[in-house]
C-alpha cells in the first residue's frame, strides 16, 4: 500500500487505498475481504467480477454507488449481445465507445474514417432505444440510403426477435403506400422514423408535434446544407423556439466578446447575457426531459452561427478530420527531356489507380494532351473536372486506370476524392505552381499577399517590416477584402479603412516591382522563377498547399491506420521544385524527399497495396473485431488545456464534449478513436486540516498528512482546491464560494479537481484504454498515477505514453509505445512531497514561535539557497574598489582592476592619461572554438535572465508554453543529448541557410531518456513569424515579444551547437603604466567562422607594442563580486546538487513570495532582506545539519537513488521521521528588543 485517496470509494465514497482502487474494486469498510480473494475473483471476466462484488456488498447490505458501475457495464454488455445477434460478429471496439457514450445520455458527434460502421451503430442503438419504448429519428443523405436502411433495421428485428414499428419515407414511394405512410407519422404510429435530411427541411411542420428521445443524423454535412434544420432537430428533442432564441443570444455576445477581446465598452452587457442565457438553458434541460442527439460525418466542415446551437443546447460540437496526417513517400524525378515519356513510363510500372496532375498554368488542354498520350501507350486515361463526373465511377470500378487533371488547390481532383480503397499513387507532371503576372494593377487580393510574401525574402531593414506589416494585415483581412471588393457603397468605417490599406499595399508591391534591383533580386531568388512570356514578365512559385492536398489523396486515415502513399513529382523548374521542398517542409514535420532512383519502388508498391487489399476487406466486411481489432477507444489525459488543444489540432478540427465542465476534444489518428483532456496539472496532495486546525495534533499515528503505523508510512491524499480568483491552492474541504485568502463570498468560484476526476470516470469507463501523457519528469508520472489509480475501478486497461514535444510525429510514435507507470519514479516524488511537508510545516511551526509571525515559512533546499544570497550579498558588500577604464587611441578598452587601493585615484588616472601605457609581451595566436551545447534547464535559467532580464519563473512559464505549442522540446531537462530527428532539424535549417559544409552533427551526450532544450522544427523566429502571419502555422496561443524572444534564444544556441567550429585569432599581451601590469587577451579576427555565423563573437582590435596614448581614463568604484541574478542562482544550484529542473525556478520564486530576497529594479540582481536575514540566522543556529547545504545535497541524492530503484522509499522516509522526532517541540519566542 503506498497511499490512501480521500473520497474515491467507488462506493461509499470514502477514503480508500491504492491497493484497493488498482483492484477495481471498494474499500475495506464496504467490502472486508483479502485482497487475495478478490485477485482471484479478477481472473474472471470484468462484467462477472463486477457482479460477484455488487453480491458481495449486497450480503454485507453496504452496496451503493457501486452498484452504478455494475449496471452500466451489463447495459453495454446487453447491447454488445443485441448487436452480435443483429450482425452475426462483434462490434468493433469504436462502436462500443459510442455505445457507451449513448447510454450515458449525452448527446454526441462521431467524427470517424470511412469502415468504421458509424452507419450501422446508428440504426442498432436507434432500434435498442425504440425496444425500450422511446421514439426515435433516423436521417440520411438519400432517397437509396433510406431504403438501406429501411432493410437493415427489418433484417436486424427478425435476427433479435423484436417487433418495432419502423417506418420510411423517400422520394420514390408513392400512392396509397404513401398515404398510409403520411397518416402513421401525423398519429405518431411509428418507433422508428427514417427519411432524408431534405424531407426534414419540406416536411417540418408535419413532424414538429412529434417529441423524438433520440435523432441520428447520417451525415451531418447533408443536415447542415440548410442552416435551419439545426432549428428544426433540435425543436424535434423538446427544445422550444424560445430557448434556441436564448443560445442564439448566447452565442453572438460570445462572438462579440471574442471579435473584440473585451477591451470595448459593452462587455459587461454582453456577459451579462451570457451568464443569464446559460442559467436559462440549464433551467429549461433540468425541468424539461430533451432528447438525444448523434451526428456522424467523414469529412465534418460545420460553418455559421447555428452550428454552435449544438455547443450551446447539448455540450457537443462537430469536428472534421485532418488532410494534413499522411503516410506518403515523397519522390522525385530530376529534369527529364519529355515530360508525358516519364509520366507513361511511371504508370505502366506503378500500374492503375494513379492521379496525374499537372501545373496550373499549363491548364485542361495540357492535361488533355497527357491523357492522350497515355491511351497511346495503351493506358485508360481520362481527364477529370466536374462536368465529367461519371468518370469517377468508372475509375473507381476498374474501367479507368488513370485519371488527368490540373493542380488547382480548389479543383476536384484536389479536393474532391476520397478513396482510399482505390487511389494508390499520384504523379506531378512538372512541379505544382502558381504564375501571375508581376503587373499588380487589376490584382486580386489573394495575388498581392502572394507577392508581398515572395518580395519580402529580397527587402531589407524598413521596407522589409513594412512588407511584414501588410502581410499580416492583409492575411487577417483577407476573407473580407474577397467580399468588399466587389462592393463600392454601403462600407462602414472598418470597411473602407480595409480597402484603403489592400490599396496601399498593391501601390507598394506596384512600386517595389518598377524598381531594378528589386527585379534583379527576385531573379536571382534561388527559390523562385521569372518568366517573360509574350513581353509581359511572370513570377511563378511553388504551391505547397496543393502539393500536400493533392498527394494526400493517397494516404487516407481509415479504420487501421493511415494507408500508405506514392507521391512523384517530375521537375520541369529547378528553382521552383527548391521553393516546393523548402516550403513543404515548413509544412508538414513528416516529409522527407528523396529521389526516386534512391529508393525501392517495388517494395514501396507492396506496402500500398497490402493497404489497400485491407481496406477494401473492410468495406466489404470481410474483417470483423474477432479476427483483427483495428481501432482501439482510448481516453488521453494531459496536464494543461493548451497541450490538450495543440495534440487535437494535428488531427483535424476535433469534436468537442463538454462533460460536466470539462472540455473534451475528440479525433481519429488511424488507429484510436482519440478523447483528450487535461488535468490541469496536480489533481491530489497531501491532506491539510483547515489553518484554525493545525496546533491540534488529532493523531499520534499522523504527521501533517501521513499516516505512521509499524514504521510504515502511507500518505492520504486528498483532491486539489483553487480560487479561481487569486489562484489560492489548498486541499482541506470548505465553502464552494469561500477563498481563505480573500475570505469573501463575492464572484468567487473555488475549483475542485473532484470534478475533473469525476469527468475522468465518465470519460474512462467509454473507452477500452486510458492513456496518462502527463509531462516526461518525475512530478508528470506522481500526476499520471494519481489519476490512473483512481480511475482503474472505471478503466478497463491503463498505460502511460511519453513524449518529449509536442509534434503529430512525435505523438504518433508514443502512441506506438505505451509502457507501464513507473512505479520508482512515483516514489521519489512520494518521498519529496512529503519531506517537504514535514520540514516545512515544523520548522515553519518554530518559526512562528520564536517571530510570532505565522506568515512565515522555511524549507529544507529553499534555506541552503538563501544562505547563497546572504553570503554573496556580505562578499559584495566588501568587495568594492577603484577600477581604472582605460581607452587607448584606437578605441580598444582595458580595464586596471589590480591597482593597490591606497593610491589615489585621480592622481593616477591623470598619471596614466598623460604618460600612456605601454604594451609589451604582444602575441597572436590561431585558435580552433567549438560551439556551446544546447541549452539545459539551468543554462536557459542563466542566459534568459543575463540576456533577456527575464526572470526564472518567467521564463519557465514561457517555455512551458512554447513546448505546449509544440515549437521547443520538453524544457524541464539536466541532459543535452540531441536525438537523430533533432540533428535532422539541424542538417535541414543549417543546410539551407549556410551550405551543408558548416553542419557539424553532435550528440553531445550519450543516449538516455530526455534530450536537450531545442526547436523542433527548422524555422528561425523570423521565418517562424511569418508562417504564423501566413496562416501556415496556427498557434491555439498568441505569441507575445517575450516568447519570440526566448524561442530566438533557444533557437540560436542549438543551431550553434550543430554547426562547424570556428577558427579565430587571439591577441595576448601585457598592459603596464609603471610598475603594474594587466594580463589582457580577446579575439581579433575570425578565419574560418563556423558556428559564430549565428553566435558571433565580440572581437577586438589589434594593438601595437611599445607605448600606447590614452584617449581617455575613468576611474570608477565596483565591487569584485556581483550579486547573483536568478539564473546564477539556479547555475549554482545545478553544480551544487540542489533542486532539480523542475524544482529550480520554484525555489527561488518561494524565496520571493516570503519576501526572504528581493530582485532589484534595473539590474535584476538579488539582495536579502533584513527578515530573510534573521529567518536564515535563527534556522542556521538552532537546525543547522538539517538545513545545510550538504545535507539538502544528500537528500537530493537520495531521490535519485529511489527513482533509480537502488533504495527502498520507506526506509528514506523513516530516516527523515527520525530526523523530525529530534526537533525541539517548543521554542521560546524571540526576545523583544
Not at 1207 to 1221: C, G, M, N, P
Amino acid at each position: 500500500m503506498k497511499a490512501i485517496f480521500e473520497n474515491a470509494c467507488p462506493n461509499c465514497g470514502g477514503p480508500i487505498d491504492d491497493e484497493r482502487l488498482m483492484l477495481a474494486a471498494p474499500c475495506r469498510n464496504c467490502l472486508d475481504i483479502p485482497d487475495e480473494q478478490l485477485k482471484q475473483l479478477m481472473s474472471s471476466n470484468l462484467l462477472d467480477y463486477r457482479k460477484k462484488i455488487v453480491e458481495l456488498l449486497e450480503q454485507r447490505g453496504t452496496l451503493q454507488k457501486y452498484a452504478e458501475v455494475e449496471l452500466f457495464e451489463r447495459e453495454i454488455a446487453d447491447f454488445k449481445e443485441m448487436a452480435k445477434k443483429a450482425l452475426g460478429v462483434d462490434l468493433w471496439d469504436a462502436q462500443v465507445n459510442w455505445a457507451c457514450k449513448a447510454l450515458s445520455g449525452k448527446s454526441f458527434a462521431i467524427t470517424a474514417p470511412t469502415g468504421l460502421g458509424k452507419t450501422t451503430f446508428g440504426l442498432l442503438y436507434a432500434l435498442r432505444m425504440a425496444m425500450h419504448g422511446r421514439k426515435c429519428y433516423v436521417m440520411v443523405p438519400t432517397s437509396i440510403l433510406v431504403e438501406q436502411a429501411k432493410k437493415k433495421l427489418d433484417d436486424y428485428s427478425v435476427k433479435i426477435g423484436v417487433n418495432v414499428r419502423i417506418l420510411c419515407y423517400h422520394a420514390g414511394i408513392k400512392g396509397e403506400e404513401r398515404e398510409a405512410i403520411w397518416k402513421a407519422i401525423e398519429s405518431g404510429d411509428f418507433d422508428i422514423l427514417v427519411t432524408t435530411s431534405q424531407f426534414l427541411a419540406r416536411y417540418f411542420e408535419k413532424l414538429k408535434g412529434i417529441r423524438f428521445d433520440l435523432a441520428f443524423v447520417d451525415d451531418v454535412d447533408a443536415l447542415l446544407k440548410a442552416s435551419k434544420n439545426i432549428e428544426r432537430v433540435l425543436q424535434l428533442l423538446g427544445f422550444t423556439p424560445k430557448i434556441i432564441e436564448t443560445a442564439l443570444d448566447v452565442i453572438k455576445a460570445k462572438r462579440w466578446l471574442t471579435a473584440r477581446a473585451g477591451k470595448e465598452e459593452g462587455s459587461e452587457v454582453q456577459l451579462r447575457i451570457i451568464r443569464e442565457g446559460q442559467e436559462e438553458i440549464e433551467r429549461f434541460k433540468r425541468e424539461n426531459k430533451v432528447g438525444m442527439l448523434i451526428v456522424s460525418t467523414a469529412t465534418g466542415k460545420p460553418r455559421g452561427l447555428r452550428v454552435k446551437l449544438f455547443r450551446e443546447l447539448l455540450g457537443f460540437e462537430v469536428g472534421s478530420k485532418a488532410e494534413q496526417i499522411r503516410n506518403v513517400a515523397d519522390l522525385y524525378v530530376p529534369q527529364v527531356a519529355d515530360l508525358k515519356i516519364m509520366v507513361a513510363e511511371l504508370v505502366q510500372r506503378l500500374g492503375g489507380g494513379g492521379l496525374i496532375y499537372v501545373p496550373m498554368d499549363m491548364g485542361i488542354d495540357y492535361a488533355e494532351h497527357i491523357a492522350g498520350y497515355l491511351r497511346e501507350c495503351g493506358i485508360r486515361a481520362e481527364v477529370f473536372y466536374s462536368k465529367e463526373k461519371k468518370r469517377l465511377e468508372d475509375f473507381v470500378n476498374g474501367e479507368i486506370e488513370v485519371l488527368v487533371g490540373v493542380a488547382n488547390y480548389y479543383g476536384l481532383l484536389v479536393r474532391g476524392i476520397d478513396l482510399p480503397q482505390r487511389i494508390r499513387y499520384a504523379i506531378f507532371a512538372g512541379v505544382p505552381r502558381i504564375r501571375f503576372s508581376l503587373a499588380v494593377e487589376e490584382a486580386s487580393p489573394m495575388r498581392v499577399l502572394q507577392l508581398l510574401i515572395e518580395l519580402r525574402e529580397v527587402l531589407e531593414g524598413d521596407e522589409k517590416k513594412k512588407a511584414e506589416a501588410m502581410i499580416a494585415r492583409l492575411s487577417r483581412d483577407m476573407d473580407v477584402l474577397q467580399v468588399l471588393i466587389k462592393r463600392i457603397e454601403g462600407l462602414t468605417s472598418r470597411q473602407k479603412l480595409v480597402l484603403r490599406r489592400f490599396e496601399e499595399a498593391k501601390e507598394f508591391v506596384s512600386s517595389l516591382l518598377r524598381r531594378s534591383d528589386i527585379r534583379r533580386k527576385l531573379e536571382e531568388n534561388p527559390y523562385v522563377s521569372i518568366k517573360e512570356i509574350e513581353g509581359k514578365l511572370y513570377i511563378v512559385i511553388p504551391d505547397a498547399p496543393t502539393y500536400i492536398q493533392a498527394s494526400g489523396r493517397t494516404s487516407r486515415v481509415f479504420a487501421g491506420g493511415i494507408s500508405k502513399g506514392i507521391s512523384i513529382v517530375i521537375v520541369d523548374d529547378e528553382k521552383v521544385f527548391s521553393g516546393l521542398v523548402r516550403k513543404t517542409k515548413w509544412m508538414s514535420e513528416e516529409i522527407e524527399w528523396r529521389k526516386l532512383s534512391e529508393v525501392d519502388l517495388d517494395e514501396l508498391v507492396k506496402e500500398v497495396d497490402k493497404d489497400r487489399k485491407l481496406i477494401s476487406d473492410i468495406l466489404a466486411g470481410k474483417i470483423s473485431a474477432k479476427t483483427l481489432e483495428l481501432v482501439k477507444s482510448a481516453l488521453l489525459i494531459v496536464e494543461s488545456p493548451n497541450k490538450a488543444k495543440t495534440i487535437a489540432s494535428f488531427f483535424g478540427r476535433p469534436a468537442k464534449r463538454i462533460i460536466n465542465g470539462i472540455r473534451t476534444y475528440e479525433v481519429s489518428t488511424g488507429k484510436y478513436v482519440l478523447s483528450i483532456v487535461a488535468s490541469g496539472g496536480h489533481v491530489y496532495d497531501l491532506v491539510t486540516p483547515p489553518p484554525n486546525e493545525r496546533e491540534e495534533d488529532k493523531s499520534a499515528k499522523e504527521l501533517h498528512g501521513v499516516l505512521v503505523e509499524d514504521n510504515k508510512f502511507i500518505p492520504r491524499y486528498t483532491s486539489i482546491k483553487r480560487c479561481r480568483k487569486c489562484g489560492e491552492q489548498f486541499t482541506y474541504p470548505i465553502d464552494k464560494h469561500v477563498c481563505p485568502k480573500m475570505g469573501s463570498k463575492e464572484t468567487i468560484e473555488i475549483e475542485d479537481a473532484a470534478e475533473r476526476i469525476k469527468s475522468f470516470k465518465e470519460l474512462a469507463r467509454e473507452v477500452s484504454l486510458v492513456l496518462i501523457g502527463t509531462d516526461p519528469d518525475v512530478e508528470g508520472e506522481k500526476i499520471g498515477w494519481d489519476v490512473g489509480v483512481v480511475l482503474r475501478p472505471y478503466a478497463k486497461e491503463i498505460k502511460r505514453i511519453e513524449f518529449h514535444e509536442i509534434t503529430r510525429r512525435a505523438i504518433l510514435k508514443a502512441l506506438e509505445q505505451p509502457r507501464e507507470i513507473d512505479e520508482k519514479m512515483v516514489e521519489a516524488q512520494i518521498v519529496r512531497r512529503i519531506e517537504d511537508r514535514w520540514i516545512g510545516f515544523e520548522l515553519s511551526k518554530r518559526l512562528w514561535q520564536y517571530f510570532n509571525n505565522n506568515r512565515l515559512s522555511a524549507g529544507r533546499v529553499q534555506t541552503p539557497v538563501l544562505g547563497w544570497v546572504i553570503e554573496r550579498a556580505e562578499e559584495w558588500n566588501r568587495s568594492w574598489r577603484w577600477v581604472y577604464i582605460v581607452t587607448l587611441e584606437n578605441g580598444v578598452k582595458i580595464v586596471l582592476d589590480n591597482i593597490p587601493q591606497d593610491i589615489d585615484h585621480n592622481e593616477f588616472s591623470r598619471k596614466i592619461f598623460n604618460q600612456g601605457l605601454v604594451i609589451e609581451n604582444l602575441e597572436f595566436s590561431e585558435e580552433v572554438i567549438n560551439p556551446p551545447p544546447p541549452y539545459t534547464t539551468d543554462t536557459m535559467l542563466r542566459d534568459a535572465s543575463a540576456k533577456l532580464r527575464l526572470s526564472a519563473t518567467e521564463t519557465m512559464k514561457i517555455a512551458q508554453d512554447l513546448f505546449e505549442l509544440g515549437f521547443i522540446t520538453y524544457h524541464r531537462t539536466d541532459s543535452t543529448r540531441v536525438s537523430d530527428a533533432g540533428m535532422n532539424v539541424a542538417k535541414t535549417y543549417i543546410s539551407e541557410a549556410f551550405g551543408e559544409q558548416l553542419f557539424k552533427a553532435r550528440s553531445w551526450m550519450m543516449e538516455g531518456a530526455h534530450e536537450c532544450i531545442r526547436p523542433t522544427r527548422p524555422l528561425n523566429t523570423s521565418r517562424l513569424l511569418e508562417l504564423i502571419r501566413e496562416g501556415v502555422i496556427r498557434p491555439i496561443k498568441r505569441l507575445t515579444s517575450d516568447h519570440i524572444r526566448l524561442y530566438d534564444m533557444i533557437f540560436t544556441r542549438f543551431i550553434a551547437s550543430q554547426m562547424a567550429p570556428a577558427k579565430v585569432v587571439k591577441q595576448k599581451f601585457t598592459a603596464r603604466v609603471d610598475s603594474f601590469s594587466k594580463e589582457v587577451e580577446g579575439y581579433v579576427d575570425v578565419v574560418e567562422e563556423g558556428y559564430t555565423k549565428v553566435m558571433p563573437l565580440r572581437l577586438t582590435k589589434r594593438v601595437k607594442e611599445g607605448m600606447v596614448s590614452v584617449i581617455n581614463v575613468t576611474p570608477i568604484r565596483k565591487p569584485d563580486v556581483k550579486l547573483f541574478t536568478q539564473g546564477e542562482l539556479v547555475q549554482l544550484m545545478k553544480e551544487r546538487g540542489i533542486g532539480r529542473p523542475s524544482t529550480y525556478a520554484k525555489i527561488i520564486d518561494v524565496l520571493r513570495r516570503r519576501g526572504y530576497i528581493i530582485e532589484s529594479k534595473y539590474r535584476k540582481e538579488l539582495l536579502p532582506t533584513k527578515i530573510g536575514r534573521r529567518v536564515y540566522d535563527f534556522l542556521k543556529k538552532m537546525f543547522g545539519d538539517m538545513v545545510s547545504e550538504e545535507r539538502t545535497r544528500i537528500v537530493e541524492e537520495k531521490m535519485d537513488l529511489i527513482e533509480r530503484g537502488e533504495l527502498d522509499y520507506q526506509r528514506v522516509l523513516s530516516e527523515f521521521y527520525e530526523e523530525i522526532k529530534q526537533l525541539p517541540p517548543e521554542i521560546e519566542a524571540m526576545p523583544m528588543a
